[in-house]
């Protein structure tokens, strides 16, 4: 019998991309993404937020380099994978890893920042010239 175990997520990205080379010169990229979720209403209404990180592999992680930035709203499909650590103080944690399948930015750049807007294509001008169609 065939399993499958994936996960999506949309949520901000918390830090910018980190692009990195294994020993055997394999690109890896990873960062952080945070997920809000709001539980109750009026006075009793909370917020939480979960964190996750998000690593890359090969020509996707040389492109999540390029684009992926901090406050940028973004989708991730991937793996899950939850792993326990003991941190400084000494109390047990656990971390949200994600090995991406594909991710895809939901919002552009802040402003000012150049670069290619969500979705990877250049925004339209508004204006069409048949010229420049290249077929």
Known sequence: MAS????????????DAELRMTPNGRAVCE???AVNRVMGSGESRK????????????RQ??????????GTQIFVLGRFQPRTYVDKSGAN?????????????LSGR???EGGMPAGGAPAPS??????EIPF
């Open 4 to 15: 499958m175990s994936k996960i999506m997520i949309i949520g901000n990205v918390g830090r």
């Open 31 to 33: 960062f952080s993404v």
């Open 47 to 58: 917020e939480e937020t979960d964190w996750y990180r998000v690593s890359c592999w090969g």
């Open 61 to 70: 992680a040389e492109t999540a380099q390029q684009y992926v930035r901090k």
């Open 93 to 105: 944690r656990v971390s949200y890893d994600i090995s991406a399948d594909d991710f895809q930015l």
């Open 110 to 112: 802040p402003a000012g």
């Open 126 to 131: 508004g204006q069409f010239d048949p010229d």
